[in-house]
């Protein structure tokens, strides 16, 4: 009788174990989930267009544009990296995004801060982005 209640016992703590890891497993996973279709909804996407530069979100969350950038793989080596300031910061209140006309107008520099050329056509822009809910001082409604 007594090995019978341990065994009891000792499957009731295993099920009550069991159930504690899924729940652990089934949490983190719709968190990392939520984080994979945050990250997929708010990426801004940098797309050449002629001279010019179309950048949007699928996201209609509001994001500012101050530098556009060549840079990590996408540059391919050392050299061909550069980054070029916008004159004045552009900002998207929605999913439609913005358009820069003209990058060749743009003053861009190489790693070193030297004037560099515009980027090849092929080559992957970025651009670096501020967004409002990631600033550390916001006004309130």
Not at 37 to 59: F, K, P, Y
Not at 103 to 122: K, M, Y
């Amino acid at each position: 009788m007594d090995i019978e209640r341990e065994l009891r016992k000792l499957r009731r703590i295993a099920t009550i174990q069991g159930v504690g890891i899924l729940l652990f497993v089934v949490w983190h996973g719709l968190t990392w989930l939520e984080a994979q279709i945050d990250e997929n909804m708010t990426r801004i996407t940098v797309a050449r267009d002629g001279n010019g530069v179309a950048l949007w979100t699928l996201s209609d969350r509001p994001f500012i544009i101050t530098h556009l950038a060549v840079s990590g793989m996408d540059a391919g080596s050392e050299e061909a990296k550069r980054i070029a300031a916008l004159p004045i910061p552009m900002a998207s209140i929605d999913s439609s995004g913005l358009q820069i006309e003209d990058i060749t107008n743009l003053d861009w520099r190489n790693i070193r801060g030297e004037p560099a050329s515009v980027p090849d056509r092929p080559t992957r822009l970025g651009a670096l982005v501020l967004r409002p809910e990631w600033a550390v001082f916001r006004s309130e409604p």
